[in-house]
């Protein structure tokens, strides 16, 4: 089983940065991505990146491009998403997954943290 517990959530100013980790435990040696994804109230869980564990190989959603970055620490079994210029649209709170396959479809990912909830205003 893997857990993950992510941290760094708060209330920022438009415009502001904020730097998410995420911290993963047990059994993350056969993990293939790391994902960050997003909900916010009244809408569906959205994923905006994800890496490739072992070549860094980074994907985004258009809608964060250029605004958000993905990067991970495999010695720590730690990732994190480093967001910047943000906006009011960008309140939802935040989740961190990983999963044995190369995607960002949240069906892909069976382990998932407890989010961490990021207010813009």
């Known amino acids: 089983d893997v857990q993950l517990v992510e941290s760094g959530g708060g209330s920022v100013q438009a415009g502001g940065s904020l730097r998410l980790p995420c911290a993963a435990s047990?059994?993350?040696?056969?993990?293939?991505?790391m994902g960050w994804f997003r909900q916010a109230p009244g809408k569906e869980r959205e994923g905006v990146a994800a890496?490739?564990?072992?070549?860094?190989?980074?994907f985004y959603a258009d809608s964060v491009k250029g605004r958000l970055t993905i990067s991970q620490d495999n010695a720590k079994n730690a990732v994190y998403l480093h967001m910047s210029s943000l906006q009011p649209e960008d309140t939802a709170m935040y989740y961190c997954?990983?999963?044995?396959?190369?995607?960002?479809?949240?069906?892909?990912?069976?382990?998932w943290g407890r989010g961490t909830q990021v207010t813009v205003s």
């Open positions: 997954a990983t999963s044995k396959l190369w995607s960002l479809e949240s069906s892909d990912f069976p382990y």
């Open positions: 047990g059994a993350t040696y056969n993990l293939c991505s």
């Open positions: 890496i490739r564990r072992y070549s860094g190989t980074t």
